[in-house]
């Protein structure tokens, strides 16, 4: 019972710190058992992995050494400068070869009492089959091939004879030189007797011939330089168990089985450690687990009946009701849970509620101010704020949407003299802007320059039949019309403009002056003028609406330039319809001008021909 008072008493951090500090002690305890059995077996794995690339290097230096006996000597490197791709191959692999062997010496985890002898072994027949080697390499360096060492030596004495102007037997020459290279090729001790006894019959002829001494020496030293090169082959190894070569195979033989053993070894004693390992961390994995159960089992008798009644009220409040407060007995964490769970219901009913009221559109109603600086709340409040800028929002856009109706049927009927639409217009814009006062003026066309020419005016809902002219560049009318941009006055000076009323005038508060632009033309300017400030979206929709009566403006001109254009154009018709018909009477009276005087001629000639017949008559009477 005294423990039981103690554990209770424990706060829940300490419950769980000494529940789970057993079980983490022991979870510490396993992990370093599995590390400790994982680098051994990593480690004898690694030297497994040498002892393959071990084999690897011996199988190089293997076939290095045979690629020297059968080729790499006769390489012209070789021959001349005493190295080879495969005398390097060969230095490298065994150099590699004793890298690792020294590295699997030094390895600490090795626990192998055989380790050193085997080692050591490998180490001996390495530095034999390396002694070996390089007195291979010596041999055939002092060999030689072709026109190198003995082998050139014999070639140039017997190139001697055969060049010699010496009348000597041919076939007996010939014999030789076929047993020289029958031995070169087949490795076989009967060549060299066949040759050492055809090589004494053939000087013996010649010395019966009486040949020349040099030539004689020639074939002497032609025998002795091929002995010496039978003896270097004998030495090196006729076959492949013979000489050299034979002690190199069986190095190669005893080291394989070395290698083997000593990989079966490694093998095992891997084998060994992972069946260890698998046991111990059995044992510790299931005494963990039965601990970690018990505690389990103690503690969540403790700890579920609080952990119940929480999830209850959780689960009430997941499905969509609030629950009951709970009752608080304790002050430790779970009765700390308790207090803040009935907190956040409450500040969740309050949320509720408000979140209600804006729903319902009550966009003023206020948080309470308990719970106004939590999170939830304000996003609810900021909720808020944007409803209500929404709503302000959608309400300007309504406004503008619902003048620019109004702005539309007022400007529907063209047809309307332009100074009874521009009142119109104008008393729209002032009263639907709440301005007090304004005025639209137009450019006119005044000779070589242009002006604007006040047409209408509103002021307190009565027009003032006032005009008034400014040239382009004069005062703020003049200064909107040639910049083409809005000019938005927030201080007026007090004899700008005055508003008047029957309690008498002041100065507006704000002028608001926007140009009638159409594309890049100024068809005119608008004047407004108030009490209060233009806000933003009234200023816009002066604008838009500023476009609309720039386009109207410029269809009205257009129409009147049209009709003007028509006029002068009926005038020119009848002008030229009156001058084609004085055109065609004047033709008539030349036509008929023309037959009279055509007639008159005409009476001429019969004339003129009367009076020369008479003339002739005459003529022959006084003749």
């Known amino acids: 019972m005294n423990l039981k008072k103690i554990v209770l008493s424990l706060r829940i951090r300490a419950k769980l710190l000494s529940a789970f500090g057993s079980i983490l002690l022991m979870s510490v305890m396993l992990i370093a058992l599995s590390i400790i059995s994982i680098n051994r077996i990593i480690e004898y794995k690694d030297i497994n992995e040498q002892v393959d690339i071990l084999k690897l290097h011996l199988e190089n230096i293997d076939l290095a050494t045979k690629e020297f006996i059968y080729e790499g000597y006769k390489s012209k490197s070789f021959l001349e400068d005493q190295r080879d791709v495969s005398t390097d191959k060969f230095n490298s692999s065994i150099q590699n070869a004793k890298t690792i062997i020294n590295s699997i010496k030094k390895s600490d985890s090795m626990e192998i009492e055989s380790t050193a002898h085997l080692t050591g072994a490998l180490t001996t027949t390495l530095d034999s089959i390396q002694h070996e080697f390089s007195t291979l390499v010596d041999l055939l360096k002092t060999r030689g091939f072709k026109d190198y060492g003995l082998e050139g030596s014999l070639r140039k004495a017997i190139h001697v004879v055969e060049n010699s102007s010496y009348p000597y037997n041919k076939v007996s020459m010939l014999t030789l030189r076929r047993h020289e290279k029958d031995f070169f090729l087949r490795k076989d001790l009967k060549y060299q007797k066949e040759f050492n006894d055809h090589i004494d019959e053939f000087k013996e002829e010649l010395r019966q011939q009486e040949a020349p001494e040099e030539l004689i020496k020639n074939v002497d030293e032609y025998k002795t330089q091929f002995n010496d090169v039978v003896n270097i082959e004998k030495m090196i190894g006729l076959k492949d168990q013979e000489g050299i070569k034979g002690k190199i195979l069986q190095n190669f033989v005893r080291i394989k089985p070395q290698i083997e053993t000593f990989r079966t070894t490694i093998k ?356």
């Open 268 to 623: 095992e004693k891997n084998g060994l450690q992972i069946i260890r390992t698998k046991i111990v961390l059995f044992i510790v994995f299931f005494a963990q687990i039965i601990t970690g159960f018990l505690l389990a089992v103690v503690y969540a008798n403790l700890l579920t009946k609080s952990i119940k009644e929480i999830r209850t009220a959780m689960l009430e409040l997941a499905n969509g009701f609030f629950p009951e407060k709970m009752a608080v007995r304790t002050s430790e964490e779970i009765g700390q849970t308790k207090e803040a769970f009935n907190q956040f219901i409450d500040r969740l009913k309050v949320a509720t509620g408000f979140a209600t009221e804006l729903g319902t559109g009550k966009l003023d109603a206020t948080y309470d101010e308990r719970f106004n600086n939590d999170v939830l709340a304000q996003s609810i409040i900021s909720m808020q704020k944007k409803l209500k800028e929404a709503e302000e929002r959608q309400s300007r856009i309504n406004w503008t949407n619902q003048g620019s109706a109004q702005f539309n049927d007022i400007i529907k009927n063209e047809s309307e003299a332009l100074d009874v639409l521009g009142d119109k217009i104008l008393k729209h814009l002032v009263t639907y802007t709440d301005a007090n006062q304004g005025a639209l003026y137009i450019v006119r066309q005044g000779g070589s320059e242009k002006f604007l020419e006040r047409i209408a005016t509103y002021a307190y809902g009565k027009k003032k039949y006032e005009t008034q002219k400014f040239a382009i560049n004069e005062g703020l009318i003049g200064q909107c019309a040639m910049e083409q941009s809005t000019i938005y006055l927030k201080e007026v000076p007090r004899d700008y403009i005055k508003i008047t009323s029957g309690l008498g005038e002041a100065t507006p508060r704000s002028i608001l002056i926007v140009p009638l632009k159409v594309r890049e033309d100024v068809m005119g300017v608008i004047e407004v003028a108030s009490f209060n400030l233009f806000e933003q979206y009234k200023i816009e929709f002066m604008e838009k609406s500023a476009e609309h009566i720039a386009a109207i403006l410029s269809n009205k001109q257009v129409t009147i330039e049209t009709q003007k254009m028509l006029a002068e154009s009926r005038q020119q018709a009848n002008a030229l319809l009156q001058q084609d018909e004085e055109m065609r009477q004047n033709a008539e009276e030349l036509q008929a001008t023309q037959e009279a005087m055509e007639r008159q001629r005409h009476e001429l000639q019969q004339e003129i021909k009367y009076l020369k017949e008479k003339l002739a008559t005459y003529e022959n009477v006084y003749a």
